[in-house]
Every structure is written in structure tokens, then in C-alpha cells.
């Protein structure tokens, strides 16, 4: 490539790069805020939400299967689940097949509390989607979908 030719692309792109990240960082700084007030009123985080949820579906299910679920790594969700069995919503569980493996199930206390704890995303952004049409929120998914892709630093990859 021609240095001149780089320093104007340079020129033109950083200005996409400055404003996706300023935008990233807006979205990260809410995503926060909106936890913070979760653990205050509730005691209970975004990601702790969003693992009860998954286990709750999906459950019981194995630490792998739902480290991959979540897009967290192994020592985060061993840290969330014990918080979540400290509070009694999730126990451990050995399969029968395999003595060595654990699963994760939600308890009775862990379906309550999920049938009474606010959504993991602000009603703010609740509301405003629910502004949109069917197909633009199905582009704001693809497009957030396509974004968390291009962060992906392989590690989730591997696990996928």
C-alpha cells in the first residue's frame, strides 16, 4: 500500500473507529450501571441473571456447556455459580453417568427469584425496542451479533 494512499484511508477511518468505540464504551458504561442497581436492589448481577436464566432453560447443564452459552470463561462462571449457590438459586448435581461430572440445576428459590427479578437490560432499552419493527430489531441483533464477532478473541471461539 502507498503510505500517502494509507494516511487518507487512515484519515477517513478513524473517525468510524473513535465513534464505535465511543458508542461501545456508552453501551458498556449503561450495561454497568444497570448491574450496579441490580446487586444494590436485588443482589444479583447481569451475568449472575443471565447464567440463572440459561440454567433455568437449559438445565441442569454442565460448567462447559454453559461457559459456552454465556461467552464467559471457566473461572468467571465457576464464580458466578457459586454465588448463585451461596443464595440457595442453583445447586450442584453429579450425573449418574459419570460421577465426576457436575451439572448445574435451579432450585425452587432460583425459579422464584427469576419470576421476580427485573429483566438483565434496562426498561429504558425495553421500551425503546419496543419501538421497532420485528425486522429492524433482528438488524440491531445481527449487527450487535456481527460486532461481538469481530471482538471474538478466540478463546470463546474454541469453546463454540
Known sequence: MVKGHYETDQQLVEPVFIHITKRLRQIAHAINKHSKYLQEKHQITVPQI???????????????ALTKIVA??????????????????????????DRRQIHI???????EFLQNTPPPISDKLIDGLKQYSEDEINQIIWAIDQVALLLDTGEQREHR
Open 105 to 111: 440445576k435451579i432450585t425452587d428459590k432460583g425459579v
Open 72 to 97: 464467559l470463561n471457566n473461572s468467571t462462571v465457576t464464580g458466578i455459580v457459586d454465588r448463585l449457590e451461596r443464595q440457595e438459586l442453583v445447586q450442584r448435581t453429579r450425573t449418574s453417568a
Open 50 to 64: 443471565i447464567c440463572l436464566r440459561e440454567i433455568y432453560e437449559h438445565g441442569p447443564i454442565s460448567f462447559s
